[in-house]
């Protein structure tokens, strides 16, 4: 530390700094130009000088104050190691005593020892004073040469001091203001911080809004004044007109007094002359109170017109035409609940000339949400109670993570009507249908019944439900069976006698017809078009990179073909709503326009286009390649998108791919959407789904046709014929057609494999491939398509984006009031029904809120229960994987025991001879549970297992089965081989992989076929259902035979059956009797004299019977007669010996079959 002496001049400037003596100032600018020669003589020049070392002293200090003491010291050693001294004490001045010292010399003597040293330093001292003095003068000389200069900077220096000290008072007052921000800077508490920014952007977003609403207001008021200035010119105008007929009237009507007059004062001198005149008199004086008359009424009128006014509240509410007005701008039209009073407003003053004192607000509007959602529901209540055998179709999404289901149903007349869209916990079949059940309460509690009666008209309306409309999705055939058994549970609740009818009858009542949407049908051929296309350019690719493929550093997606990679990639660069960073559509436009083409694309959005976007974006990308390919090559070093579909462009492969995918579009997707958007029976698609699948089977081996343009799918539906289409068709080389035709062949292959699988109940031999006319009345409210919820879930999206602060049940309420059309049915109600109507609506908004509110609860405790379940799960899950990988653990060791993995038979025996005899099994047992439980291979045929219905398998057997598992090596032909190029797939591969494809479809349409047929309600019953004369045959039934007494009913067996002068007679034998009868069993059938029984094992264990199988080859009917021996009640299953038959010896033999169910679907006959 410095002491304070070395500090002093400083700190007295220091100290001058707050004081007002000018003259303890002009002191130190005193000593300062003393010692320094400053020449200063102007008052403002020295008060400017002085000021400024203040300053620069005062930030000394304060910086000084803010070190700490440990770096204090060096920063005192830096800032005041060399003091302000006056010029006096700088003088060296030497004492007479010491120079005379100095000038004596001296010996050195013992006494003077002492001072040789100090004698010393003076010598040195004067020596450098006396060089001192020297450059003293030298710097004199200096000096003076520099005199000059300095006069000359002078002026500058005084000038430029001026606005220094200008600029650095503002200067201080900014430091100033930074060191009182950074004092409360630092007493803010840093914890708090981020609350007060909160707060303070809370209370910025606040005014922000007061400010929006105020800005609002003031337009608003701006707006309404300048529409009361023009409706005050207009009345002002108005008045004007009716001052001027007033005007004339006065003047007509003092006419007409003149006349009276004048007449009168005649009639007065004529009246005892001429008595007609006293007539005519009369006559003018009844004109003339009729002309008063009518000005009384004219001024009645006017006044009425200048001061109209509508009445809008009445009884402390608003009046029913105001509410449903405005349920109709805010539920069916959209207009927000904020402005609907302002369109009232201004309809009524602007056309109606009318002025309003008193309209509803925002709330208002809002609870209008509410009451035109209850009015829908009560629509849709009086029109279901009205219908029977309706269709229902649901539907599922998800938006935003949360999971919605919507629900409506169809009927007769084809009107549809919807029954709520809403937030569901989850996606699962049992959630949905709890869904659908609320909303059915909500309808069926919408006009306040009692709980006893809205519990009945449920039940009622879920028995109304006769028909589902699907796309046969694992959630939805769930959703069906749950509704199915909801059905067949409460049919005794709701049919009067039902357990008095027969098992037939209960039956077919319980009974519910499940239906597949046909746009599915065209979702689904495109979804199995890419994975044909992926494994036809593995035929021709192999494991090769090609196309995009090969860029670094980009992703695919390994489930995407490269065909459907370009036209998604197309889309994303070169269409109007694709990628909205790396598109370049508006280029591309240009470019087109530049080459003097349309720069309308044939290519839509996958966003919000689902059905046959595939097949239709594939035709556009193939009309355009040319141009998109010259196009890309200049720009594909902007972006990755770009130079992606230039690399897949370059692949004639994938240009190919797209080129059969649009001639399926013009040739068979966009006919067959035509066809399904025509109104008309579902069941007439039977027809055309049959004719579908004869054409692909057709084009399948000549896909040159479909190339050429020459195929027609429907010949009463026409091809949309054109640019696109004329493109694909045309004619290219030999070696690029014959790349299309292969992956036509290939493709339509596959989509009869799609369609056999999707359409097996409308197909031959299907569900409703014949059906009973009974059975088709209930059908007739199935529609053919399910689009109308996809259209539900596309307008609740706009909801959700165009209005982000409505809850669910206005969003709910929007959908159906608008939907349903219930606002046309509320404007065609008298006035009575629709003001009970609108009562009850306005009485509901409480307890629908309050269900509501309930509902959510509900679904957030089933989240969390959902939440909880997951975790317990994954923890049971993360235990077994603990587990499994011990045992896997334990199977490593064992398999190491024995010379480790066994991987061909070569090596299985070598390992074998080597071992012990009692070593053998174990050391094949562990090689073959290494391969299941490690390695997860198939146990195909049981070939992993080490024992067989409960007997240990030997040595040789468990060594067998271990050979087995190992992969067969086939050798590719050499022909294969040299036919593997990337110019056309191996023809060998191509027509193994049609094959195998068209022998799929059979064996999945007799699948799926038989599945539908047992899952018509009859299965459990063990009774078939009927719609030839030949499923009489072989049939349990009770036949009514009329008798004296009256008709009696006997149990037996349907043998036989012939033709007699065209139509079917059958054999009919009774139980307990030998003899055999013939009769018209079909006929009684009808006639209600003959119904079916139901069967059970001891029905048919021991008979003889008829057992139905389907080729393979051709798909034909064959029955094989054998015997049923035994039945396995465990399995469910009947022990079968078929009898040996002279032209097929291999269907004989012992089988296991569940003939109850083939029973059931009418495919098996009893015998005896």
């Known amino acids: 530390m410095y002491s304070c002496s070395q500090m002093g001049p400083w700190l007295k400037l220091f100290n001058l700094r707050k004081k007002k003596d000018c003259s303890l100032k002009y002191e130190i600018f005193d000593i300062l130009n003393y010692n320094f020669n400053l020449e200063i003589t102007n008052e403002q020049e020295k008060q400017y000088l002085v000021s400024t070392i203040v300053q620069y002293v005062q930030q000394m200090m304060t910086k000084r104050k803010t070190c700490s003491s440990a770096k204090r010291q060096d920063f005192e050693g830096q800032i005041f190691v060399l003091p302000l001294y006056n010029r006096k004490k700088e003088r060296i001045v030497v004492e007479p005593e010491l120079l005379e010292a100095a000038s004596t010399s001296f010996e050195p003597t013992p006494e003077n020892e002492r001072e040789s040293a100090h004698s010393k330093c003076v010598t040195t001292l004067l020596e450098a004073v006396n060089s001192q003095k020297k450059q003293v003068g ?72 007061k400010l929006k609403e105020t800005e609002s207001m003031v337009l608003e008021k701006e707006e309404q004044k300048k529409q009361m200035e023009d409706e005050k010119k207009r009345l002002e105008e108005q008045i004007v007109d009716f001052q001027e007929l007033l005007k004339k009237r006065l003047y007509s009507k003092k006419l007409e007094k003149l006349k009276a007059n004048y007449y009168k004062r005649k009639l007065s001198k004529n009246r005892e002359e001429n008595p007609k005149l006293a007539k005519k008199a009369r006559e003018l004086q009844k004109e003339v109170k009729v002309w008063q008359d009518s000005y009384k009424e004219v001024k009645v009128e006017l006044d009425s017109l200048l001061q109209r006014k509508l009445t809008v509240y009445q009884h402390n509410k608003y009046t029913d035409a105001v509410r449903e007005v405005y349920m109709d701008l805010v539920a069916n039209m959209g207009v927000s609940a904020r402005k609907a ?41 009086e029109t279901m109670l009205k219908e029977n055998d309706v269709t229902l179709c649901t539907d599922g999404t998800t938006k935003f993570g949360h999971k919605y289901g919507t629900a409506g149903v169809f009927l007769k007349d084809g009107t549809r009507m919807h029954l709520g869209l809403r937030e569901q916990a989850s996606g699962k079949a049992e959630c949905t249908f709890n869904t659908i059940r609320e909303m059915v309460q909500d309808i069926v509690t919408s006009q306040g019944v009692d709980l006893d009666k809205a519990v009945h008209r449920e039940k009622e309306i879920f028995i109304k439900i006769t028909n589902l409309l699907s796309d046969r999705a694992s959630t939805e055939k769930k959703f069906n069976s749950i509704l199915s058994q909801y059905r067949s549970k409460i049919l005794p609740d709701i049919v009067d006698g039902f357990t008095e009818y027969s098992e037939t009858e209960q039956a077919k009542l319980s009974l519910v017809n499940e239906l597949f949407c046909g746009l599915h049908l065209i979702d689904g051929l495109a979804h199995q078009a890419n994975v044909t296309l992926s494994v036809w350019e593995g035929m021709i690719f192999g494991e090769d990179k090609v196309g995009s493929r090969s860029l670094p550093g980009i992703h695919k997606d390994k489930g995407e073909s490269g065909t459907v990679r ?63 390919l010259e196009f890309t090559s200049e720009l594909q070093q902007e972006n990755k998108l770009i130079a992606e579909v230039f690399a897949d462009l370059s692949v ?137 919820c996809e259209r539900d879930f596309g307008v609740f999206d706009n909801l959700l984006r165009a209005k982000t602060r409505a809850t669910g049940i206005a969003l709910e309420g929007m959908v159906m009031f608008k939907e349903n059309r219930s606002w046309k049915w509320l404007a065609d109600l008298d006035s009575q029904k629709k003001s009970e109507v609108l009562a009850v609506a306005r009485a509901s908004v409480r307890n629908q809120r309050a269900v509501f509110c309930n509902r959510m609860k509900s679904v957030r405790e089933a989240r969390l229960q959902r939440m909880k379940d997951k975790r317990d799960y994954n923890n049971e899950k993360e235990q ?48 073959l549970k290494f391969r299941r439980f490690v390695l997860c291979m198939k146990n195909e045929n049981g070939v992993l297992n080490t024992t067989k219905r409960g007997t240990k398998l030997s040595v040789d057997e468990l060594v067998q089965n271990l050979k087995s598992t190992f992969p067969k090596t086939t050798k590719v032909p050499e022909k294969v081989k040299n036919e593997m190029n990337y110019s056309s797939a191996p023809s060998a591969l191509l027509a193994q992989e049609k094959n195998r494809l068209l022998q799929e479809a059979v064996k999945q ?154 029973y059931a679907a009418n495919e098996l006959r009893i015998l005896s």
Request: glycine fraction near 6%; proline fraction near 2%.
């Open 138 to 209: 030298e710097l004199s000389a200096q000096c003076k040469v520099l005199e000059d200069q300095k006069q000359t900077l002078c002026q500058e220096k005084k000038e430029n001091g001026l606005e220094l000290h200008k600029a650095k008072d503002e200067l201080q007052k900014l430091r100033n203001a930074l060191s009182k921000a950074r004092t409360q800077l630092r007493k803010t508490n840093v914890r708090n911080v981020n609350k007060r920014q909160r707060r303070r952007d809370q209370e910025i977003m606040v005014l922000t809004k």
């Open 341 to 381: 009073s302002q369109v009232v407003r201004t309809v009524l003053e602007k056309l109606a000339g009318t002025k309003v004192d008193r309209l509803p607000g925002e709330s208002f509007s809002k609870y209008m949400l509410l009451e035109a959602r209850q009015v829908s529901l009560m629509h849709v209540q």
């Open 566 to 628: 370009l036209i998604r990639t197309v889309c994303k660069a070169v269409q109007e709503r694709g990628c909205e960073k790396f598109g370049k559509p508006v280029q591309f436009r240009t470019f087109l326009v530049s080459k003097s083409k349309s720069d309308r694309l044939p290519l839509s959005t996958f966003k919000g286009n689902r059905i046959n976007i595939v097949f239709h974006n594939a035709a556009g990308v193939y009309f355009l390649y040319s141009d998109l």
């Open 652 to 788: 004639r492969q994938f240009l190919a791919g797209c080129r059969a995918l649009g001639l399926i579009s013009k040739c068979i997707t966009e006919p067959l959407w035509r066809i399904l958007s025509k109104k008309e029976h579902v069941l007439k698609m039977n027809e055309r789904y049959q004719t579908l699948i004869s054409k692909l089977r057709e084009w399948t081996n000549d896909g040159a046709k479909l190339v050429s343009g020459k195929a027609c799918l429907f010949e009463d539906v026409e091809m949309h014929c054109g640019p696109v289409f004329e493109k694909l068709i045309e004619k290219s080389s030999a070696d690029f057609d014959e790349l299309t035709v292969q992956a036509v062949e290939l493709i339509l292959a596959s989509l009869v494999k799609v369609c056999c699988r999707m359409l097996a109940d409308h197909l031959e031999h299907g569900r409703y491939d014949q059906i009973s006319e009974e059975l088709l009345q209930k059908l007739e409210s199935v529609p053919k398509t399910n689009v109308s």
């Open 880 to 927: 077994k994987e603990i587990t499994d990988m011990a045992i896997k653990k334990q199977l490593t060791v064992d398999l190491e025991q024995y010379g480790g993995l066994w991987e061909t038979a070569m090596e299985v025996d070598e390992q074998i001879e080597q071992l012990d005899e009692d070593l053998k099994s174990a050391a094949v047992i562990a090689q």
């Open 1005 to 1158: 349409q007799v699948k799926v076929r038989d599945e539908g047929r047992k899952r018509i309600g009859l299965k459990e019953l063990g009774t078939p259902e009927l719609t030839r004369p030949e499923h009489l045959l072989g049939k349990r039934v009770r036949h009514a035979i009329h008798e004296s007494e009256g008709k009696a009913w006997y149990n037996g067996t349907v043998v036989g059956m012939r033709e007699e002068n065209g139509a079917p007679t059958f054999q009919m034998m009774y139980d307990g009797c030998q003899l055999v009868w013939w009769f018209d069993l079909w006929k009684d059938f009808q006639e209600n004299c003959l119904e079916l029984i139901a069967v059970n094992a001891e029905d048919i264990l021991g008979k003889k019977v008829e057992h139905m199988f389907i080729s393979s080859e051709d798909g034909s009917e064959c029955w094989w007669p054998g015997k049923v021996l035994q039945y396995k009640d465990s399995e469910n299953l009947f022990v079968i010996e078929y009898e040996e038959e002279e032209d097929d010896a291999e269907g004989a033999g012992v089988f296991e079959y569940p003939l109850l169910d083939d």
